[in-house]
């Protein structure tokens, strides 16, 4: 397993954020493709070359891109305008030699309904265009459990939305068992947020530094290694004061986990 970062979590500029993780030894790094410099219509191809020299010079490469267009896919007349531009951010991920791009697609519904079947349709369309290119659309888990997730998925009749494994979410947003999670998910994991938390029962979450909320790494992590997952761990700290310390102690926690267990 490998290490990487979001690089919006240092709060910096592209380029400073990928000098940053490089001095971190971590071996790749997530970007957000969705607006500002990496969004596909600012990306011209001497701007591609430039974000790629940056990484070759700096010994990184992107682990994933951000997809996320904040709005999930469970609007009928949104739909078309963010689907296409999905597609456009998986063209240029491609371009990166990146096949993956993560991104939310709302909360899937418990029961059948026409929203549902909405999403239902956004996705494959986007499963199959993924598939066209041999590439893949990473869901993010949280917004429901895990077993809710891998019925959609396994409705869809492609395989190119799978599953961007984030256990912090599982355990603030659903209290689901993010190791339960990786068994009932597995054949649909291809990347993962490292992240923590706490759920709070007067309501709500606290994101918490690794290893300080309830995601039981000792156990998470093995489970990862059990299906053979050898993709990144990759870290996403979205809030607290001192962002870059935070990020440091991260990469300190999973080499210390990665050394514990051997891999």
Known sequence: MKIGIRIESFRKNFEESVKLAASLGVDGIQANATYGELAPENMTEEKIAWAQKILDDNGIVFSAICG?????FMDKEKNPALVEKSKRILDLAKKFGCDI???????VPKEENEVKQVMRDACRELAVYADSIGSCFAVETGPESAVELFDFLESLGAMGVRVNMDPANLVMCVKDDPVKAVDTLKKYIVHTHAKDGIYLEEGGYKEMPLGKGYVDFDKYLPALHEIGFDGYLTI???CGDNPIDDVKLAVDFLREKKAKFGF
């Open 68 to 72: 996320d267009l904040g709005h999930g």
């Open 101 to 107: 791009v993560t991104t939310h697609i709302g909360t």
């Open 236 to 238: 996403e700290r979205e």
